[in-house]
């Protein structure tokens, strides 16, 4: 018996041992899928949320045109800031000769907010400082336009020089030049990315264009989204310095130094001329197959010789209307006689 | 005839039982290290991640409030265009509450239709994003914003932090199953230098038992044969002395005997012819001395060498016995023999049956008071290896208690067994006070010689 023992012993244990093994790691594999499938589902749990119903697969219903009735004699006007004083000034003249029309210039939602208002039929007539693109020019959309404008470089009056080179430029935008001859700080304060008087600028000054974005990109300076945050940092930043619409500075007598660029001021010769290179064109936009009779009433106005007048007076330069258009032949015969 | 121990077996053939400790231990550890590395690598990095994303859907619900807030502002100044201008004013909240997990803002009208913000239209890549919305409501909601997210740069931390997990957790499962297992495989050799140094002094011992039993084995043969010597010198000194009684009683017999015998013949001649009285009376009285004499020799000679026996054969001298002992005591005596006239019977066993029989006899005569005695004396399986005389005396006397007996010694009974044990025989007696005694002899034909 006593030897029986340790053969015994030598049979049952390692199958005991065997059997420990397997239900130990059989309760281990099962812990750790345990483990993986709630946290999973906490995974799960935490990143729900709802579908943004643009992005659910179902077709969203179809915009209709603003159908709002309105005024016959009302005219509505938006779209981008660089073009509302000088606009303003154009309504109020075509309100004074006829004072049974209305003309709304409301406030500044952008040239591409005036390109959709006007798509959309919410306004009847969108004031632009930048060419349409090819694909809102394929929506139906007519742009004529009407004034140029240069841009400049506007200063607040602490900064100490009057003049800028292109080579100043970028140092300034590219944060090389930190500082005034006088050792006073140079803030550089930037519209957002599309902004009509940058644009002008990427395409006057060769290499600016990177550099803009670049700064944009990296959160370098100080970014306005609008022409009169822009006028108000300008204003009240020491050393601050940025592009702004020369007709703006003049039409409301800001009290901004207007820097010379290259040697050259932001006069109509030199801007009819292309020594200033620094410009950008105002232009309305509207429906081209259902045009609001008003807004052919109120462009005629414009490039009558009343409107090219204020136009003249109000710090821009006129722009002629296309060749054998209504509003070229109108301007050669004169304006149909009030109603 | 003596039957040898059986050999236990050799020590080198004991193999003490062994117990895997190492396997019994990895079968637990090894499971155990494993649950730790898992959840020592997945706690972390899962607890980094929902956090993170819990952050994320946060921040991402905040800024969606707070551009709902101002597209409401903006909605109530201008109820008709603030959809046109609201680009400009995400792109500035955007670049104000610039987030690095936020991927786009969004803006869907009342209808669910998206809102141009200027930028690129979402793709359908952009529904894999976590969205966090606000309503803008004036009066009724009149739009809704939307916040893309991505947990990207989160997973992608989780999973350094997994990584980094995962090599601690590799480490402390190591850990608790190596230190374990290092100190149990120590702990093993341990045991097996004890249990070898058990079995080297098992088979020291055993070897020592082994020495001392054939130490004994011998010592006892040893006593076997002096025993055996000593019983076949008893035996011839029994043979010896049965064979000088035998002289002694043929001497006294032929000599004493003849010549009393032949003085007390005499003497009646002489008592016959005696010419006086007081003679005749003398040879008278010679011739009763000479008949004691006579008796008295006859008794001697007798006890000395029953030559009864020689003369008669054991069934007939215990028969005469049994006669004389009834007749001088008044017992009364049923003796009874069987199969005793077959040959190859040993003397001296013929001796020692009679002699057990005389010496009964006496005991019951002596110390009994029994009435009568049953003697059965036979001879059982003659010719074969367990021939041998059987004896058996029952008497219905007045018993006795056989411990008292033998702590007194009584020669009688003691005699009695080593007579029987001389020529390798049994004896049992069975007594008991007021209920007569047995005994019960067996006596092989021969001597027994070991």
Redesign the interface.
């Given at each position: 018996m006593s030897a029986d023992a340790p053969q015994t012993a030598a049979r049952t244990g390692p199958s005991s041992t065997g059997r420990m093994r397997g239900v130990a790691w059989a309760a281990a594999f099962a812990s750790a899928a345990v483990l993986v499938v709630l946290g999973g589902l906490a995974i799960r749990w935490v990143e729900q949320s709802p579908m943004p119903p643009f992005l659910a697969g179902e077709p969203p219903p179809a915009i209709e045109p603003n159908t709002t009735p309105k005024p016959a004699n009302l005219l509505r006007l938006a779209g981008s800031g660089s073009n509302l004083p000088l606009t303003r000034e154009l309504a109020d003249a075509f309100e004074a000769t006829r004072p049974w029309q209305r003309v709304r210039v409301h406030e500044s939602i952008g040239s591409g907010g005036g390109i959709r208002a006007t798509r959309d039929r919410a306004i009847d007539l969108g004031l632009i400082s930048r060419p349409l693109s090819p694909s809102e020019a394929e929506s139906g959309l007519e742009a004529i336009p009407y004034a140029r404008v240069a841009v400049v470089f506007a200063a607040n009056t602490s900064v100490p020089v009057r003049g800028l080179t292109r080579q100043m430029v970028l140092d300034l935008y590219s944060g090389e030049m930190a500082y005034w001859a006088d050792g006073s700080p140079a803030v550089v304060l930037q519209r957002e990315p599309g902004d009509s008087s940058h644009l002008a600028a990427h395409a006057a000054i060769p290499g600016f264009g990177p550099i803009d974005e670049q700064a944009w990109a990296e959160r370098r300076f100080r970014v306005l989204f609008n022409d009169r945050g822009m006028q108000e940092a300008l204003l009240a930043t020491p050393g601050a310095i940025g592009l702004f619409d020369s007709g703006l500075a003049t039409i409301q007598d800001l009290p901004l130094a207007v820097l010379e660029f290259e040697g050259q001021r932001a006069r109509e010769q030199a801007i009819r001329t292309g020594s200033y290179p620094l410009f950008k064109d105002l232009a309305f936009v509207f429906v081209r197959d259902d045009p609001d009779p008003l807004v052919a009433e109120f462009i005629a106005f414009v490039f009558s010789a009343a409107g090219q007048r204020i136009i003249h007076e109000s710090g821009y330069v006129p722009i002629d209307p296309p060749l054998r258009s209504t509003f070229a032949h109108q301007r050669e015969v004169g304006p149909p006689e009030p109603p | 005839m003596n039957s040898e121990p059986s050999s236990p077996?050799p020590p080198a053939e004991?193999?003490?039982?062994?117990?895997?400790l190492t396997?019994?231990l990895?079968?637990?550890l090894?499971?155990?290290a494993?649950?730790l590395l898992?959840?020592v690598a997945?706690s972390a990095p899962?607890a980094y991640?929902?956090m993170g994303?819990?952050t994320i859907?946060a921040r991402a619900g905040s800024t969606a409030t707070l551009v709902a807030e101002l597209i409401r502002e903006e909605a109530q100044l201008?109820p008709?265009?603030w959809r046109?201008?609201a680009?400009?004013?995400v792109?500035?909240l955007d670049?104000q509450a610039?987030q690095a997990s936020i991927v786009r803002i969004?803006l869907?009208d009342e209808?669910?239709?998206?809102i141009?913000l200027?930028q690129a239209p979402?793709s359908?890549a952009?529904?894999e994003l976590?969205?966090?919305?606000a309503p803008v409501v004036v009066t009724t909601e009149i739009a809704r914003v939307?916040v893309?997210v991505t947990?990207d740069e989160i997973e992608r931390q989780a999973l350094l932090i997994l990584l980094g997990f995962t090599l601690l957790g590799a480490g402390l499962a190591g850990m608790m199953y190596w230190l374990p297992r290092v100190a149990i495989v120590e702990a093993e050799h341990e045991v097996d230098r004890s249990q070898q140094a058990l079995a080297h002094l098992n088979t020291t011992l055993e070897a020592q038992v082994i020495e001392r039993s054939s130490q004994l084995r011998e010592a006892l043969q040893e006593v076997r044969d002096k025993e055996q010597r000593l019983r076949e010198l008893s035996g011839r000194a029994v043979a010896m002395q049965e064979a000088e009684r035998r002289s002694l009683s043929r001497e006294l017999h032929d000599s004493a005997g003849q010549a009393l015998t032949a003085i007390r013949i005499n003497l009646q001649l002489l008592a016959g012819t005696a010419a006086s009285e007081s003679a005749r009376t003398l040879a008278e009285r010679t011739v009763e001395l000479a008949d004691t004499t006579l008796e008295e020799i006859r008794r001697v000679v007798d006890r000395l060498a029953p030559a009864v026996l020689a003369d008669l054969g054991l069934r007939r001298a215990v028969e005469r016995h049994c006669d004389d002992f009834a007749e001088r005591t008044g017992i009364e005596v049923v003796c009874r023999c069987a199969g005793l006239d077959q040959p190859g019977v040993d003397t001296g066993v013929e001796t020692s049956a009679y002699r057990i029989v005389q010496e009964s006899l006496t005991n019951v005569a002596r110390h009994a008071q029994a009435e009568s005695v049953v003697i059965h004396l036979h001879r059982d399986d003659p010719g074969s290896p367990r021939d041998r005389i059987v004896l058996d005396v029952v008497d219905d006397g007045r018993g006795f208690d056989l411990d008292e007996v033998r702590r007194k010694g009584r020669r009688g009974l003691e005699g009695m067994r080593e007579r029987v044990e001389l020529v390798g025989g049994t004896i049992e007696i069975q007594a008991a006070p007021g209920e007569g005694a047995r005994i019960h002899v067996e006596l092989p034909v021969q001597p027994q010689t070991e």
């Open positions: - | 077996p004991r193999v003490l039982p062994s117990v895997d396997g019994y990895t079968a637990r090894g499971p155990l494993f649950v898992f959840v997945l899962l991640l929902l994303i819990q859907r201008r008709v265009l046109y201008d680009p400009k004013l792109r500035n670049l610039a969004d869907s209808h669910g239709r998206l141009e200027g979402p359908a952009d529904a976590l969205w966090v919305s939307w893309g947990t």
